[in-house]
């Protein structure tokens, strides 16, 4: 069955360093998703990306956060100067296309800033 | 506005009981789906089970089943004969058809099963 496949499955950095996390979607799929969870909480939704563009970002996805689909198979998540409170788990996701209903998740990046 | 809650927060039990997961959700939206995924303790969030608005159909898989209601708005998860592999956190969510079609979790249910 395909997955979402995401590297690394942890990652430490130092705070105010650059941190890029990388997923790779399955290869039919349209539209993506980064979602985080801190640690002990609930899962939340982070930004939504398709076409070559964001089409939804919440609350938390600011500045300092961006999205690329740099080369049609990588999809990424950087965060440009990390704080403590980045610290969390981070999900990618992808989706088919507009008919299909749920996603399917990878099985993780754990951020630990330090 | 769209939320989920779970209200209960950690669930202990001996193996063997059953046991129920409940989930409530608000939406103004007739046409949603509704998810139940499992997070063990590894991380990763493992799908159960998507159900549409339509389909008010109580299902069951081996011994998972859910209880669909949408006069009282819950999305409730049955476990007979737990068992101590089902020890997790079991998260319910739904998913909007319209907009940028994003999850809304619930907090989140830690289950605990001792042998």
């Known amino acids: 069955e395909p997955e979402v496949t995401q590297t690394p499955s942890h990652q430490v950095t130092q705070m105010g360093q650059e941190v890029i996390l990388r997923c790779v979607p399955i290869?039919?799929?349209?539209?993506f998703y980064w979602y985080r969870q801190i640690l002990g909480q609930k899962v939340e939704f982070l930004v939504s990306?398709?076409?070559?563009?964001?089409?939804?970002k919440s609350e938390i996805f600011d500045d300092q956060f961006s999205v690329e689909r740099p080369d049609g198979s990588n999809f990424t998540l950087k965060i440009r100067s990390t704080k403590l409170e980045d610290s969390a788990m981070y999900f990618c996701?992808?989706?088919?296309?507009?008919?299909?209903?749920?996603?399917?998740f990878g099985s993780g990046t754990r951020l630990t800033v330090v | 506005a769209q939320k989920v809650t779970q209200a209960q927060t950690e669930i202990s039990v001996v193996e063997k009981e059953d046991v129920t997961l409940d989930c409530v959700y608000e939406?103004?939206?007739?046409?949603?789906?509704l998810f139940w995924y499992k997070q063990p303790p590894s991380g990763e969030l493992v799908f159960l089970i998507r159900?549409?608005?339509?389909?008010?159909q109580n299902e069951i898989s081996g011994r998972y089943s859910w209880n669909f209601q949408k006069s009282t708005s819950s999305f409730n998860f049955t476990i007979t004969a737990s068992q101590v592999v089902d020890s997790a956190v079991y998260f319910c969510?739904?998913?909007?058809?319209?907009?940028?079609?994003?999850?809304?979790f619930g907090q989140g249910t830690r289950l605990t099963i001792n042998p």
């Open positions: 969510a739904q998913y909007l058809i319209q907009g940028a079609q994003k999850l809304v």
């Open positions: 159900r549409n608005s339509f389909d008010e």
């Open positions: 290869s039919n799929h349209l539209y």
């Open positions: 990306f398709y076409n070559n563009e964001i089409s939804e």
């Open positions: 939406t103004r939206d007739t046409t949603y789906y």
């Open positions: 996701a992808s989706r088919r296309d507009s008919g299909t209903y749920g996603y399917t």
